[in-house]
């Protein structure tokens, strides 16, 4: 084929679409109480490590949820998704498989393509701080079988957990090696999903092991889950059931007691997913799903595969009064997703080049790759006293890779010279930063005492714009930003016994900037974004630890949100707008007898826009996309001995969730995913000490409520069709454990 002839009209397109590459690059528009872990019974407690030391839940001045990795699995839960519901403020938006997963807590959804919920694994942050590597639409999402609990902070964690951070932080600790106990745990399941071509299955050990008593400890754990898919295509019938999706994961970690006062950690983890589609459905303008109601209308496969290896060494030393913590991580994390871009981009072939070319098949294969380094140093006075401190230094140095292509084939597959490739794009970037920080609580008498924390970091980035193609200029440019923040917090606390307390929090987080693309009248660099916190709370155990209340009321005041913006035809980021996002969440759990509680967990958010912002269509008061104005769930579960060496555990729960917007409300691509009310069993019978069989059943009456709804647009920004990601069919599992 000759060298076709383009016209003025496509030149215009191709000035449109130029550089939308680096917010996120050439991506189209696309969608976008875990119970609250009771004590066993009355007097027991939450231990967790939301301020970097062991405190007692009720303790801290913080709206917190927690989630065992052991009712993750009795609930037959496998994902964010799965556990999400049941706790308060929280949204998850995903592609339909694990790793494509956006987080959102009390309403601060992130509007481009970086987190503003931090994700932690232990002591350490774990996804990109660049603003290039779309770390807010690549959230880990661990296998539960290795982990001891999930702790979810709700509002900025900047001052002890950095950036990223602004709207909370998902925290995932997993289980500790003993140098004392011996113990192995293997077990298997089975599971259907309706509508699902094959039964899925999974399997999982875990082993530790005292290798010198009292000195030594070894932990090692693998898993691997089969999830059947349950999604068609109506232009490829060879994509059949094409949701289809594996997980591997394994964990080693060794501890070393030295001594009373010494002790060192070291931990491997390796986690994969490996998707041969995505879990969406198509549907028409109006809303009528294409097919069968569970297809898609892709022509090529949608893979998505996702790789996490993380490499951690701690160690701790007790000088008497003040104890040191070294954290030391490596983590090496590399993503890679397929979209079928055809109708943003095939569709303009005929404009493209003045009718000689047809409409065509464009994939656009997007690959991620990201390596980073944090060290972490801090001191800690002994808890409890009149004065509790934490001082402490990070450093963290990441390189990422943003490399995408879009192919250009006609309907029958072949390749068209003259457009192929249509674009061509590599970001690549480093980020640095350094910070120091403090922490430190005043105890005032028995009943009042005041925590406050200060942090200041500095990042410096440096990336490159590296572009060719049809549809996007030549380009080869550098960018560079750097820049300090500040960022505070201040709780006082009254007791008013030792089982209750009132508190305040008021508290700052950042959204690091970075360089911008490298184009005509777009800024060098996008500034951080910042959220101001106000917070009261009520924390309580009462009529002996037979009931356990949590509530908070928040206020959350968030500026220069970070957007996209058209500068003359071409886009990049901006700082532009403000948003408020306010309400009350809380959670009640009721023990009213041994072996039985009751657990309630509720949010209303209302998160909108505090004025016009032009650059995203949005309007003041309009909705913000991907929260749901109200959630809740409730939760019955009961533990009985039914003689000898039987026991059952029997368990229910519903959760639902209003509808979510996929953009702001007045964007006129905007989308509103329909509402859910989903249903979840479990059962177990404990055999003596060493086995288990459980069963479980996840949204049992088969809702057919929706996770998210987006309105995909051609590449001249008109709606073509919907994209669903609805709530997983109804799912029944059988499982078998062993224990000794």
Same mark, same amino acid.
């Given at each position: 084929?000759?060298?076709?002839?383009?016209?003025?009209?496509?030149?215009?397109?191709?000035?449109?679409?130029?550089?939308?590459?680096?917010?996120?690059?050439?991506?189209?528009?696309?969608?976008?109480?875990?119970?609250?872990?009771?004590?066993?019974?009355?007097?027991?407690?939450?231990?967790?490590?939301?301020?970097?030391?062991?405190?007692?839940?009720?303790?801290?001045?913080?709206?917190?949820?927690?989630?065992?990795?052991?009712?993750?699995?009795?609930?037959?839960?496998?994902?964010?998704?799965?556990?999400?519901?049941?706790?308060?403020?929280?949204?998850?938006?995903?592609?339909?498989?694990?790793?494509?997963?956006?987080?959102?807590?009390?309403?601060?959804?992130?509007?481009?393509?970086?987190?503003?919920?931090?994700?932690?694994?232990?002591?350490?942050?774990?996804?990109?701080?660049?603003?290039?590597?779309?770390?807010?639409?690549?959230?880990?999402?661990?296998?539960?079988?290795?982990?001891?609990?999930?702790?979810?902070?709700?509002?900025?964690?900047?001052?002890?957990?950095?950036?990223?951070?602004?709207?909370?932080?998902?925290?995932?600790?997993?289980?500790?090696?003993?140098?004392?106990?011996?113990?192995?745990?293997?077990?298997?399941?089975?599971?259907?999903?309706?509508?699902?071509?094959?039964?899925?299955?999974?399997?999982?050990?875990?082993?530790? &092991?005292?290798? %010198?008593?009292?000195? $030594?400890?070894?932990? /090692?754990?693998? *898993?691997?889950?089969? +999830? @059947?898919?349950?999604? #068609?295509?109506?232009?490829?019938?060879?994509?059949?059931?094409?949701?289809?999706?594996?997980?591997?994961?394994?964990?080693?970690?060794?501890?070393?007691?030295?001594?009373?006062?010494?002790?060192?950690?070291?931990?491997?983890?390796?986690?994969?997913?490996?998707?041969?589609?995505?879990?969406?459905?198509?549907?028409?303008?109006?809303?009528?799903?294409?097919?069968?109601?569970?297809?898609?209308?892709?022509?090529?496969?949608?893979?998505?595969?996702?790789?996490?290896?993380?490499?951690?060494?701690?160690?701790?030393?007790?000088?008497?009064?003040?104890?040191?913590?070294?954290?030391?991580?490596?983590?090496?994390?590399?993503?890679?997703?397929?979209?079928?871009?055809?109708? &943003?981009?095939? %569709?303009?072939?005929? $404009?493209?080049?003045? /009718?000689?070319? *047809?409409?065509?098949? +464009? @994939?656009?294969?997007? #690959?991620?790759?990201?390596?980073?380094?944090?060290?972490?140093?801090?001191?800690?006075?002994?808890?409890?006293?009149?004065?509790?401190?934490?001082?402490?230094?990070?450093?963290?140095?990441?390189?990422?890779?943003?490399?995408?292509?879009?192919?250009?084939?006609?309907?029958?597959?072949?390749?068209?010279?003259?457009?192929?490739?249509?674009?061509?794009?590599?970001?690549?970037?480093?980020?640095?930063?350094?910070?120091?920080?403090?922490?430190?609580?005043?105890?005032?008498?028995?009943?009042?005492?005041?925590?406050?924390?200060?942090?200041?970091?500095?990042?410096?980035?440096?990336?490159?714009?590296?572009?060719?193609?049809?549809?996007?200029?030549?380009?080869?440019?550098?960018?560079?930003?750097?820049?300090?923040?500040?960022?505070?917090?201040?709780?006082?606390?009254?007791?008013?016994?030792?089982?209750?307390?009132?508190?305040?929090?008021?508290?700052?987080?950042?959204?690091?900037?970075?360089?911008?693309?490298?184009?005509?009248?777009?800024?060098?660099?996008?500034?951080?974004?910042?959220?101001?916190?106000?917070?009261?709370?009520?924390?309580?155990?009462?009529?002996?630890?037979?009931?356990?209340?949590?509530?908070?009321?928040?206020?959350?005041?968030?500026?220069?949100?970070?957007?996209?913006?058209?500068?003359?035809?071409?886009?990049?980021?901006?700082?532009?707008?403000?948003?408020?996002?306010?309400?009350?969440?809380?959670?009640?759990?009721?023990?009213?007898?041994?072996?039985?509680?009751?657990?309630?967990?509720?949010?209303?958010?209302?998160?909108?826009?505090?004025?016009?912002?032009?650059?995203?269509?949005?309007?003041?008061?309009?909705?913000?996309?991907?929260?749901?104005?109200?959630?809740?769930?409730?939760?019955?579960?009961?533990?009985?001995?039914?003689?000898?060496?039987?026991?059952?555990?029997?368990?229910?729960?519903?959760?639902?969730?209003?509808?979510?917007?996929?953009?702001?409300?007045?964007?006129?691509?905007?989308?509103?995913?329909?509402?859910?009310?989903?249903?979840?069993?479990?059962?177990?019978?404990?055999?003596?000490?060493?086995?288990?069989?459980?069963?479980?059943?996840?949204?049992?009456?088969?809702?057919?409520?929706?996770?998210?709804?987006?309105?995909?647009?051609?590449?001249?920004?008109?709606?073509?069709?919907?994209?669903?990601?609805?709530?997983?069919?109804?799912?029944?599992?059988?499982?078998?454990?062993?224990?000794?």
């Amino acid at each position: 084929m000759g060298r076709v002839k383009m016209n003025r009209f496509a030149l215009s397109v191709r000035a449109l679409l130029a550089v939308s590459t680096a917010a996120g690059a050439l991506a189209f528009s696309s969608g976008a109480a875990a119970q609250e872990v009771p004590a066993a019974a009355p007097g027991d407690e939450i231990v967790v490590t939301a301020q970097k030391r062991e405190q007692n839940l009720q303790d801290v001045p913080i709206s917190i949820s927690v989630v065992s990795g052991d009712d993750m699995q009795a609930q037959g839960a496998a994902s964010l998704t799965d556990y999400a519901g049941y706790i308060p403020g929280m949204q998850v938006s995903t592609g339909g498989t694990p790793g494509q997963t956006t987080v959102t807590l009390r309403g601060v959804a992130p509007l481009t393509a970086s987190q503003t919920v931090g994700i932690y694994l232990d002591d350490a942050p774990v996804g990109s701080s660049s603003i290039y590597n779309r770390g807010g639409q690549f959230s880990l999402d661990l296998l539960p079988y290795d982990i001891e609990r999930v702790e979810v902070l709700r509002g900025p964690q900047g001052t002890l957990y950095g950036a990223s951070s602004i709207g909370g932080l998902v925290k995932y600790v997993t289980v500790a090696p003993s140098t004392t106990i011996f113990s192995v745990r293997a077990g298997g399941e089975v599971f259907g999903i309706n509508g699902a071509g094959d039964l899925g299955w999974a399997g999982q050990t875990m082993f530790n &092991a005292p290798l %010198v008593q009292g000195k $030594l400890g070894v932990t /090692g754990s693998f *898993a691997w889950r089969k +999830t @059947p898919g349950f999604v #068609n295509s109506t232009n490829n019938a060879a994509l059949k059931d094409q949701n289809a999706y594996e997980q591997i994961g394994g964990r080693f970690s060794l501890l070393w007691q030295a001594s009373d006062r010494f002790s060192a950690k070291l931990s491997a983890l390796y986690q994969s997913v490996d998707a041969d589609g995505n879990g969406v459905y198509a549907a028409d303008l109006t809303g009528k799903r294409l097919g069968d109601g569970s297809s898609y209308n892709n022509y090529v496969a949608e893979a998505f595969q996702t790789d996490l290896q993380y490499y951690a060494g701690t160690l701790d030393y007790d000088f008497g009064g003040v104890s040191a913590t070294s954290s030391t991580t490596y983590s090496k994390r590399s993503a890679r997703q397929l979209q079928d871009a055809t109708y &943003a981009f095939g %569709v303009l072939f005929p $404009l493209l080049t003045g /009718g000689a070319i *047809a409409p065509g098949i +464009t @994939p656009f294969d997007i #690959n991620l790759d990201l390596e980073k380094w944090t060290q972490e140093v801090r001191l800690a006075s002994a808890s409890g006293g009149t004065f509790e401190w934490l001082v402490g230094g990070f450093y963290t140095s990441e390189k990422s890779d943003n490399t995408q292509l879009v192919r250009s084939y006609d309907m029958a597959g072949n390749a068209i010279p003259p457009l192929d490739p249509l674009a061509t794009v590599a970001l690549p970037a480093k980020y640095k930063e350094y910070a120091v920080f403090g922490n430190a609580t005043l105890r005032l008498g028995e009943r009042f005492e005041v925590t406050g924390g200060v942090r200041w970091a500095r990042n410096e980035q440096n990336f490159r714009q590296i572009s060719q193609g049809a549809i996007v200029p030549t380009a080869d440019d550098p960018g560079s930003s750097e820049e300090d923040v500040f960022t505070w917090s201040v709780s006082p606390q009254f007791h008013v016994n030792e089982n209750a307390m009132l508190y305040a929090r008021v508290a700052t987080g950042y959204r690091p900037g970075g360089p911008n693309v490298i184009v005509p009248n777009v800024p060098p660099s996008v500034e951080s974004d910042t959220l101001t916190n106000y917070e009261v709370g009520f924390k309580a155990d009462l009529a002996g630890r037979a009931v356990t209340i949590d509530v908070a009321a928040f206020y959350m005041d968030w500026k220069d949100i970070q957007v996209t913006r058209s500068f003359g035809g071409v886009a990049g980021q901006a700082n532009g707008g403000a948003a408020v996002s306010k309400g009350v969440e809380g959670a009640l759990t009721i023990r009213p007898a041994t072996g039985l509680s009751l657990g309630l967990t509720a949010s209303y958010t209302d998160a909108t826009l505090a004025e016009d912002v032009p650059d995203i269509s949005g309007a003041d008061g309009d909705q913000l996309p991907g929260v749901a104005k109200f959630s809740g769930s409730a939760r019955l579960d009961y533990h009985a001995e039914l003689g000898g060496d039987l026991s059952g555990d029997f368990g229910v729960g519903v959760r639902h969730a209003s509808s979510r917007l996929s953009l702001v409300e007045s964007d006129p691509l905007t989308a509103r995913a329909r509402p859910y009310t989903a249903v979840d069993l479990n059962a177990a019978l404990n055999i003596g000490e060493h086995w288990k069989v459980r069963a479980y059943a996840r949204n049992l009456l088969d809702n057919d409520g929706e996770i998210a709804r987006s309105t995909l647009a051609n590449g001249l920004n008109q709606p073509s069709f919907l994209a669903i990601t609805p709530l997983q069919p109804r799912t029944i599992g059988l499982a078998f454990d062993l224990s000794f």
